[in-house]
């Protein structure tokens, strides 16, 4: 939505405009309320400074104008059951300030108050669902019908999606998946079912899996990727998640340290550095195999990255993201295991753990950065060697 383009539409659901902000508190938070319960498709916007008759600008006058700062406080203050996401800006148009009050579109209504707001006489009343059919609110003494709160809640509880969905939903709600041992499911280690839908589960299953500590020339047995490698023995085995009889995702989990940890095979990305001392240069792959961010393909130069043409190196960066559907799995499986799980080094590994890379964070440049401080400690005579 272009933020210059809102005072070409006309009044909806998702758009209501006032020519000043309200003198009253509890109208304001009555009008919030409707337009977050809407049945709108995307966020929704209160524009000050617009006349609604004509669509006509006007500068928004400053009498009872707020602020962020100032409408954070009042509704932290009015007892929401969940105080809606919001913002506001200011844009101008033929010289004119206009409001604009954000409303962002989320999962969580029904948005009610739990306690009553009075505001000189005006009582915006608790328990209440209001909302916005079209262009008109619900009034004050009314409610929502009970269709429309019924889909509210369904809409909350991820009812309205399909199966695949929910589950990326319920898989975050970590604290409600439920182990248990499945005797249904052949050559099945553990299980989970998530407790407020337990047609959704996740089998932990074996593939090859014996429980050793070390092979007949008394090594110790570790599965063949390169996160496998640990103080203990480790195997690489599937998982495979569904709802009811149907299968929504799989894949690999490896046991780790003799079944003291458990890890959900994470993402990886091969990082291509200098033998060159000081390490000044560092190449990482993209999500496209094996070519980097520089477009330089492995096969054809990468290999000779350094004027006196010494060969470089190559290791493997193991991560997952925070909030995304491995996160969540893992830390249903095993929270710890990016904190407490030793890895033990290989020929392709810089690092001895892997990494939880935070939401919204460029990834090449995060592996980049990790890289180049590793190589800095490993070549840093007077660093300790555990940091990795």
């Given at each position: 939505m272009n933020i210059y383009d809102l005072i070409n539409y006309p009044e909806s659901d998702w758009l209501d405009f006032k020519s000043e902000w309200h003198d009253n508190i509890a109208n304001l938070i009555l009008d919030v309320l409707c337009l977050a319960n809407s049945d709108a498709d995307g966020d929704r916007y209160l524009v000050f400074g617009v006349n609604d008759k004509d669509h006509s600008q006007m500068c928004t006058p400053e009498n009872n104008r707020k602020n962020l700062e100032q409408i954070n406080d009042m509704f932290s203050k009015a007892n929401f059951n969940r105080v809606p996401t919001i913002n506001l800006q200011t844009i101008k148009i033929n010289d004119a300030e206009i409001d604009i009050f954000t409303i962002k579109k989320t999962k969580y209504r029904p948005y009610f108050l739990t306690?009553?707001?009075?505001?000189?006489?005006?009582?915006?009343?608790?328990?209440?669902?209001?909302?916005?059919?079209?262009?008109?609110?619900t009034s004050k003494i009314s409610t929502a019908s009970e269709n429309q709160i019924a889909d509210m809640w369904r809409e909350r509880f991820g009812l309205t999606l399909t199966p695949m969905d929910r589950l990326k939903i319920y898989i975050q709600d970590t604290g409600n998946w439920t182990r248990f041992s499945n005797p249904i499911v052949d050559d099945c280690v553990f299980s989970y079912y998530y407790a407020p839908f337990p047609e959704f589960t996740i089998d932990f299953k074996r593939e090859d899996f014996v429980d050793y500590a070390s092979d007949s020339f008394g090594n110790l047995k570790q599965s063949n990727k390169f996160w496998g490698h640990t103080?203990?023995?480790?195997?690489?085995?599937?998982?495979?998640?569904?709802?009811?009889?149907?299968?929504?995702?799989?894949?690999?989990?490896?046991?780790?340290?003799?079944?003291?940890?458990?890890?959900?095979?994470?993402?990886?990305?091969?990082?291509?550095?200098?033998?060159?001392?000081?390490?000044?240069?560092?190449?990482?792959?993209?999500?496209?195999?094996?070519?980097?961010?520089?477009?330089?393909?492995?096969?054809?130069?990468?290999?000779?990255?350094?004027?006196?043409?010494?060969?470089?190196?190559?290791?493997?960066?193991?991560?997952?993201?925070?909030?995304?559907?491995?996160?969540?799995?893992?830390?249903?499986?095993?929270?710890?295991?990016?904190?407490?799980?030793?890895?033990?080094?290989?020929?392709?590994?810089?690092?001895?753990?892997?990494?939880?890379?935070?939401?919204?964070?460029?990834?090449?440049?995060?592996?980049?950065?990790?890289?180049?401080?590793?190589?800095?400690?490993?070549?840093?005579?007077?660093?300790?060697?555990?940091?990795?």
């Open positions: 306690k009553d707001y009075i505001f000189s006489k005006t009582i915006v009343r608790a328990g209440v669902v209001y909302t916005r059919n079209g262009a008109v609110n103080i203990g023995s480790s195997v690489d085995s599937v998982y495979v998640v569904k709802y009811f009889s149907t299968i929504l995702a799989d894949g690999k989990y490896t046991v780790m340290d003799n079944h003291r940890h458990y890890l959900i095979n994470p993402h990886s990305r091969y990082v291509w550095y200098s033998s060159k001392k000081p390490i000044t240069e560092v190449h990482v792959e993209t999500e496209e195999d094996f070519v980097t961010d520089t477009g330089l393909y492995m096969n054809h130069g990468l290999e000779r990255i350094n004027d006196n043409n010494m060969y470089c190196n190559r290791a493997n960066v193991g991560y997952h993201v925070e909030g995304d559907f491995n996160n969540g799995l893992q830390k249903i499986l095993d929270k710890d295991v990016y904190n407490k799980c030793t890895f033990v080094s290989d020929d392709e590994q810089i690092t001895h753990k892997i990494y939880l890379i935070p939401k919204g964070v460029n990834i090449t440049e995060f592996v980049r950065a990790e890289t180049l401080r590793i190589l800095k400690l490993e070549n840093d005579p007077n660093s300790p060697k555990d940091i990795k």
